[in-house]
């Protein structure tokens, strides 16, 4: 590609005797301008995640406490990171986050497959039904959290008036927000309710990239509906729903804002993800060395799941 | 099932299979806009409209959420407010009818204005740096090209509140804690991952040969940038753009722990809302609804889109 180019590369002397920086720019070699054009992304990069990540892994190793400031710092080692990973707290946060991450999945990639079935059965008017079944996914996770507690209030919320209506318990029987075995629950139906959308739009991607002929051959050979949904539509779609799976995955690995509206971690300690133990630790208690070592912890989980997921990812690419 | 029943091609479903389809999507659909609709009616609900139960399907409408809203109300008595002149407006009226007088703007205008100025700041910034750096990707040989893009994205892959602790000491330190610009520079850092990824896509997708055409006829290589490349790839940097407005305009885990009084946006003052003697359920239904307006109308601009802007350019329909 680069010999086409060769009338833009006019000698360096000649272009910094100009005067306009714009003239500069054009008569700039292609090197030279890749760099100029990717070296902003990575300042930035540098300066807001990178910088911070490894003052992160410093603060992690000492007893550092953000609310003070001029306290002497004290070099801890490894210590925090030995106090996370046998403190029993911690792995209770580490067990809600896993019940939360796979009841979502799970019931987002079920229900969320099922409707990209259904669409593909490309019925009259499914753009339309399609666009709307996607707007839960594009609200803000902390505003859907927050009205969703006024649709689980006890006394008043409609949650509880459709399940009282459906199932004849009192409206005022059960408290989704505040009891220690429906909250979990109750924060896995948001989730559902806003990201199977998600889900749906991938699987129904990876539904349109079969082609027809392979279905009109299975017909040839007088394969089942059944068994053309099994050695066809499903594993063809897999990546697409592996894509999918993953990528909820991380998401609700990380999961804050929503969770942090809806329970806050509570009752007692039943709906505390991790961020929601890590933002206690880091602007409640200011246990700043720990919570640095914790969110360390928690970024190499995240890093090693977002390697699969860009492996998944080139894998779908390549089809 | 046998082919020679089927008159249309074997693929096609029939259409009571169609029909099926269509009613249960159609089921699914409705039942997921209940939440949705009810924000919007319990917005136009009075308070005790709002909190009644049964919850009221048919109700008089009024706007006194709207106007508990944008203004803050103080109690009088009712001989103090018999002394004053006639109401001054429709909230005052209402605001009277409880025994209250409105006392001034509320903060939820300039709530929402910082968030437009961050969002809108933190886009324009995400999208001229993403667009560069996309076309040095997609053109151009670039050492470790592969882990370069694979750490822009992995930088997406923190979890917010870990980013946020050396994020709030660094802004302390140099002074850019609770400012719109600090704000504007992270949610920039968060959106470029995605910008690059997307319209990367979306330039690779632009032949090179329209290019080396116009470099043929004598254009160099960033007039052919500026020319040919920029003008092909408005959709996707129109799309790119969307995705980076609706990504600060929802954020949530940043604004709350690195804003109070003066840069605060909108998604963290939402949930504040409160009235005498608890959450005024109507307010904050208004408050949702005018925030989530810009979403729904975006939402729709992008359907073609939303495939691509999800999984950061992964998948193309």
Known sequence: MNDLSAPSRITYGAVLVRPAVVRRIRGLSDKALAWLFITPTMVLLLAINIFPLIWTIYLSFTNYRANRPNAPVKWLGIDWYQTILTDPDIWAAMQVTAHFVFWTVVIETVLGFGLAFLIDKKFRGHGVWTTIILLPMMLSPAVVGNFWTFLYQPQIGLFNYVVAFLTGHPASSFQMLGDVTLSPWAIVIVDAWMWTPYVMLICLAGLRSIPDYIYEAAEVDRASKWRQFWSITLPMALPFIMLAVLFRGIENFKMFDMVNLLTGGGPGSTTEVASITLKRAAFESWRTGYSSAFAIILFVTVFGLANIYVKALNRVKSR | ?317
């Open chain 2, 1 to 317: 099932m046998s082919i020679a029943n089927t008159a249309h091609s074997v693929v096609e479903p029939s259409p009571n299979t169609r029909r099926l389809a269509g009613s249960l999507v159609v089921l699914y659909a409705v039942v997921t806009m209940i939440p949705l609709v009810w924000i919007v009616l319990t917005s136009f609900k009075s308070p005790d409209d709002a909190i009644s139960y049964p919850p009221k399907i048919v109700f008089t409408p009024s706007l006194e959420g709207f106007c508990n809203l944008f203004t803050t109300r103080s109690r009088q008595t009712p001989e103090f407010i018999r002394t004053l002149g006639p109401p001054q407006g429709l909230c005052d009226d209402i605001a009277r009818s409880r025994n209250m007088v409105v006392a001034g703007p509320s903060n939820y205008v300039p709530r929402f204005v910082n968030s437009l100025i961050i969002a809108f700041g933190s886009t324009v910034l995400a999208v001229a740096l993403g667009t560069l750096s996309a076309y040095g990707f997609s053109r151009f040989r670039v050492p470790l090209k592969d882990d370069l893009l694979f750490f822009i994205l992995s930088t997406r892959m923190m979890p917010p509140i870990a980013v946020a602790i050396p994020i709030y000491l660094m802004y302390r330190t140099i002074g850019l804690s609770d400012t719109r610009l600090g704000m504007i520079l992270l949610y920039t850092s968060v959106n470029v991952s995605l910008a690059v990824w997307l319209l990367k896509g979306f330039i690779d997708e632009i032949p090179r040969e329209y290019e080396e055409a116009a470099m043929i006829d004598g254009y160099t290589r960033f007039q052919a940038f500026v020319k040919v490349v920029l003008p092909q790839a408005t959709t996707g940097i129109a799309a790119t753009a969307i995705f980076c407005l609706i990504f600060a305009w929802n954020e949530y885990a940043f604004a709350v722990l690195l804003t109070s009084g003066n840069a605060q946006t909108a998604p963290p003052f939402i949930p504040i809302i409160i009235g005498e003697g608890g959450q005024d359920w109507p307010a904050v239904a208004a408050a949702t609804t005018l925030f989530l307006v810009p979403i729904v109308v975006f939402t729709v601009l992008l359907r073609k889109h939303l495939l691509r802007g999800i999984t950061f350019g992964a998948v193309r329909k």
